[in-house]
């Protein structure tokens, strides 16, 4: 079983950066895919990036390619998710999660732990 403590999140105007990080209890971190994914007011949560466990395949949802990087440190147990270009759009409180499939998933329902989520609110 692992934990996760999401961290990173704020207040920023539209075009900034956040990185947030999620930490990993536990150590086999290296066993697990890890997931980001966001939830708005009123909204699901939705997949933002998966990435797997060597870090070596990456996934993004189409609304934050090109804007937003997942990676990982196994040695720190930690993933992160580098997030450029912000844009009111993406406020929403931030979730990681992690799941000991083989391959990076995008579906909520894939991922079996959670963090307890991380507030980002992008003002216009």
């Known amino acids: 079983q692992v934990q996760l403590v999401e961290s990173g999140g704020g207040l920023v105007q539209a075009g900034g950066s956040l990185r947030l990080s999620c930490a990993a209890s536990?150590?086999?971190?290296?066993?697990?895919?890890m997931g980001w994914f966001r939830q708005a007011p009123g909204k699901e949560r939705e997949f933002v990036a998966t990435?797997?466990?060597?870090?070596?395949?990456?996934y993004y949802a189409d609304a934050v390619k090109g804007r937003f990087t997942i990676s990982r440190d196994n040695a720190k147990n930690t993933v992160y998710l580098q997030m450029n270009n912000l844009k009111p759009e993406d406020t929403a409180v931030y979730y990681c999660?992690?799941?000991?499939?083989?391959?990076?998933?995008?579906?909520?329902?894939?991922?079996?732990?959670w963090g307890q989520g991380t507030q980002v609110t992008v003002s216009s």
């Open positions: 536990g150590r086999t971190f290296s066993s697990y895919i």
């Open positions: 990435i797997s466990r060597d870090g070596g395949i990456t």
């Open positions: 999660a992690a799941d000991l499939s083989l391959y990076p998933r995008s579906r909520p329902h894939d991922y079996n732990y």
